[in-house]
């Protein structure tokens, strides 16, 4: 059996309005559930490999609900922690026919925001090749800062091949330059970093995937997958720089979440042994057909309809 992949964040219960509107003024509303590393473990399961999910949540309906969903999705749920004392955070995200949509947090002091370094002493890291983080943990509370760095600690100790979503959520940050600093130092200790080239702007200074590729190289990282938006992927290494193409979209219906379905995509194929480019070409698709549905992670694809959209026969 095949090593898994390890996921640590905050799942979060997630109101969709079921129509246009001010959030304030919408009045119906769908049940799911969001959160960045959520929809990459969501991901990774359908393409049919093994995940697990380290977490914190309330004891009530959205804990309740999220740990549901991860049983239906066969997400590992054993080193789900539940607290007493907080709740599990929740939000409401608008629908809209263009453009993004607004989003709206009740995630202060969450039972998410309560991880910590002892949480991370329960995983025993010799079941796993991969663990995927994004900026946002390290953004909740000194504590979850803490605890993500030890997780990086912990899992190149245990030789797990690490990637790193920057995410940016700079409302949940005390300061930009704080949000920099600690999102950079993440991803030098990482060996696949996935920047946004909007993300390059603020964190290095640049949109453009060439030196955003230098900066991240020269703090560390193995390698550097910029996301172009519809162009595709800029893929770089010491030995290789490529840009990858983007797949055709017949309507975006929603864009949250896209990103998290590339990485799903591409960490999947690389768990699979492919290269580099190639993987980054299976994300470039899986993110693809997840702008094209509504939900945060409604739309990733299992492994048939993938190859379909792909235009290939086998994965």
Not at 42 to 55: C, D, I, P, S
Not at 92 to 97: E, F
Not at 202 to 216: M, T
Request: hydrophobic content about 45%; charged content about 25%.
């Amino acid at each position: 059996m095949s090593k898994g992949v390890m996921l640590v964040g905050e799942p979060m219960g997630l109101f969709i309005a079921q129509s246009e509107g001010a959030l304030e003024q919408v009045t119906g509303y769908s049940l799911a559930v969001a959160g960045a590393e959520f929809n990459v473990a969501v991901g990774l399961a359908r393409l049919e490999h093994g995940v697990t999910y380290l977490t914190k949540l309330g004891n009530d309906p959205f804990g309740k609900l999220i740990v549901s969903v991860l049983g239906q999705n066969k997400i590992g749920s054993e080193f789900v922690r539940y607290s007493n004392e907080r709740s599990t955070g929740f939000m409401l995200k608008s629908m809209v026919s263009e453009g993004d949509p607004e989003i709206f947090y009740f995630r202060k002091n969450s039972a998410a925001s309560t991880l910590s370094k002892e949480d991370v002493d329960a995983v025993d890291f010799s079941n796993y090749s991969f663990l995927h983080l994004t900026g946002i943990l390290p953004a909740l509370t000194p504590s979850t800062r803490e605890a993500t760095f030890y997780l990086v600690e912990k899992a190149r100790e245990n030789g797990l091949s690490v990637s790193f979503d920057p995410n940016l959520r700079p409302q949940l940050w005390e300061s930009k330059e704080k949000m920099v600093e600690v999102i950079n130092k993440l991803a030098a200790k990482a060996d696949i970093v996935f920047p946004g080239e909007a993300e390059g702007e603020i964190l290095c200074g640049s949109r453009d995937p060439e030196a955003i590729s230098d900066f991240y190289l020269r703090l560390g990282a193995k390698a550097v997958v910029t996301k172009v938006g519809s162009k595709g992927a800029f893929v770089a290494t010491a030995a290789e720089r490529i840009m990858v193409p983007g797949f055709k979209v017949e309507k975006v219906i929603d864009t949250v979440g896209a990103g998290d379905g590339f990485a799903a995509g591409t960490i999947s194929a690389l768990m699979e042994g492919k290269k580099l480019k190639d993987a980054v070409l299976r994300g470039n698709a899986v993110g693809a057909i997840q702008v094209m549905s509504r939900g945060d992670n409604d739309g990733l694809p299992g492994r048939e309809a993938l190859a379909k959209f792909m235009g290939l026969q086998t994965l």
